[in-house]
């Protein structure tokens, strides 16, 4: 970022001189744009608008990225869409995924094509199995999907991290949240590099879970095994994609780890050098209370 805000100075200076003179095109900020789905849970949980809009807040500092932010869905008018380098999808999945409704999974795939990058957290990895499974195996590596994956509520230990610029400045941690596992990832894990890993404990993986309640004979099976909670992959087509199952709790975004490896993902889909330590944001008990949704009637 410091060279290129060196050369965005350099570039401002002669700009006095000849008005006419425009940027290089790698100076201009990138397009992000945090899509917060409908209203889903109560206040605290599935906060999806207060949290895109905290998500924003907190990137307010990167002057390479440009954020914008859609509640409430899938865009009405999706031009808002057009020239982004990078989506985030946070939002209520499953059949009600905004990306499913009318022609949204087509639209949404030629914009893949293109390249432009996706992440997409907590509900909003899950599709069903045979509308848009496919197309999430191949954007962003992998899905939730329905009595395979599973949905507990527990405290991973984020111990360690493979080298990678979204877990720059990122401390091991643990928080609690309804962090999804066993995701179906495309065919050994192709392509698909592993962020944030933990091993469930036998507790965890006898449930209950969230819903169903399970327990699901091949999750407790697989005592001992590793689980990953977050990953990402490099598109055949240029673009960038993540997974991220947290995100059920809104304080959790509290939390400097937690937030700061969403916030490394966010730049690092756009194409945008994540710095070394990593995206700095503070998010207070103000911040935290902000943009709830009302209780639900
Ligand atoms: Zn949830």
Do not use: I, N, Q, R
């Given at each position: 970022m410091a060279l290129s805000r060196r050369r965005f100075l350099a570039a401002s200076a002669a700009v006095a001189a000849t008005p006419l003179l425009s940027f290089a095109a790698d100076d201009k900020p990138k397009k992000l744009v945090l899509i917060g789905g409908s209203m889903s849970h109560g206040p605290g949980d599935h906060e999806f608008n207060a949290g895109v809009k905290l998500l924003a807040k907190c990137l307010?500092?990167?002057?390479?990225l440009q954020v914008e932010v859609v509640n409430n869905g899938y865009p009405k008018d999706d031009s808002i869409l057009d020239g982004a380098a990078g989506i985030l999808c946070y939002a209520d999945g499953g059949g009600g995924h905004p990306f499913l409704k009318g022609k949204n999974l087509e639209r949404i795939g030629k914009r893949m094509a293109s390249g432009v990058g996706l992440m997409c957290a907590h509900y909003a990895v899950e599709v069903p199995k045979d509308i848009g499974a496919t197309e999430f195996r191949d954007w962003i590596g992998g899905c939730y999907e329905h009595e395979w994956s599973c949905n507990p509520m527990w405290s991973p230990e984020f111990k360690e991290f493979p080298k990678h610029p979204i877990t720059n400045g990122v401390k091991p941690f643990s928080i609690r949240d309804e962090w999804y596992f066993n995701m179906r990832f495309r065919p050994k894990l192709e392509g698909v590099t592993p962020l944030l890993t933990a091993v469930p404990n036998e507790k965890v993986r006898n449930g209950p879970y969230v819903y169903p309640k399970g327990p699901y004979k091949h999750i407790q099976e697989g005592a001992g095994n590793p689980e990953h909670m977050m990953w990402c992959v490099e598109r055949k087509d240029g673009g960038r994609g993540v997974g991220f199952t947290g995100g059920h709790t809104h304080k959790n975004w509290q939390d400097d780890n937690f937030r700061k490896v969403v916030l490394n993902a966010l730049l690092w889909i756009c194409k945008v050098d994540v710095p070394t330590e990593g995206v700095e944001s503070r998010v207070n008990d103000d911040d935290i209370k902000a943009n709830l949704d009302p209780k639900k009637k």
């Open positions: 307010e500092g990167v002057k390479s």
